[in-house]
């Protein structure tokens, strides 16, 4: 099992470009999460869903669109960058009961 | 709403010396509690966790115990080594919603030897 993959590890982008951060799972889970690390913040949860086709908002959703298409895959995308969103950001992916979260290696992006 | 407060850091030790991370929380309802320890460049790892009031968990010699009466989850270890060095993060996830877990902010733990 791969566990939990993101892509890329390093992103470097100017004010106003779009991108998308991938993340994919291999261990069938339902709860997949993004959450934004910053200095001094801890892990601020942006978006999540608790299965395919069913997402929600969670603490700091502005600025980023998420989708759950497959079991898989939970994309998030970054509609406008700012500098503001300059941020490591970790997936994570849970069964349905709360429990452990796993996570992936990050995504630490720049946004010039 | 639920949230987790856990001491600032950094603290720093020399390696033999007991460790003791604060950790209380603010939920309704009988959340799960976590410890999550992140090494430098890398993603969170699950340390240890406990599901009920009076639970201890306990990985690599590090120990918590869910105290219901004191809303506490503090995490301890006896003697601590330069490779514990790393962030450590206090989590809990409330039962009645999805499993998106509440961080606090972390501290970070430096030891020297």
């Known amino acids: 099992n791969a566990g939990v993959t993101q892509t890329p590890k390093f992103q470097v982008l100017k004010t106003g470009q779009s991108m998308t951060l991938q993340c994919a799972q291999d261990?069938?889970?339902?709860?997949m999460s993004w959450y934004r690390q910053d200095p001094g913040m801890g892990l601020r949860l942006i978006h999540y869903?608790?299965?395919?086709?069913?997402?929600d908002q969670g603490e700091v959703p502005n600025g980023y669109n998420v989708s759950r298409s497959t079991t898989e895959d939970f994309p998030l995308r970054l509609l406008s960058a700012a500098p503001s969103q300059t941020s490591v950001y970790f997936c994570a992916s849970s069964t349905r009961a709360p429990n452990e979260q796993f996570f992936g290696p990050g995504t630490r992006l720049t946004v010039l | 709403g639920d949230s987790v407060t856990q001491m600032e850091g950094p603290v720093t030790l020399s390696e033999e010396a007991f460790l003791t991370i604060n950790c209380t929380y603010t939920a309704t309802g009988y959340p799960s509690l976590f410890w999550y320890v992140q090494y430098p460049g890398e993603g969170l790892q699950l340390l240890l966790k406990?599901?009920?009031?009076?639970d201890k968990g306990s990985n690599k010699g590090f120990e918590a115990t869910y105290r219901k009466e004191t809303t506490s989850f503090h995490l301890e270890k006896g003697s601590v080594q330069v490779s514990d060095s790393a962030v450590y993060f206090c989590a809990l996830s409330p039962n009645q919603a999805g499993t998106a877990l509440i961080f606090g902010k972390g501290t970070t733990l430096s030891v020297s030897s």
């Open positions: 261990m069938n889970h339902e709860y």
């Open positions: 869903s608790v299965g395919a086709g069913i997402t």
């Open positions: 406990a599901t009920k009031a009076d």
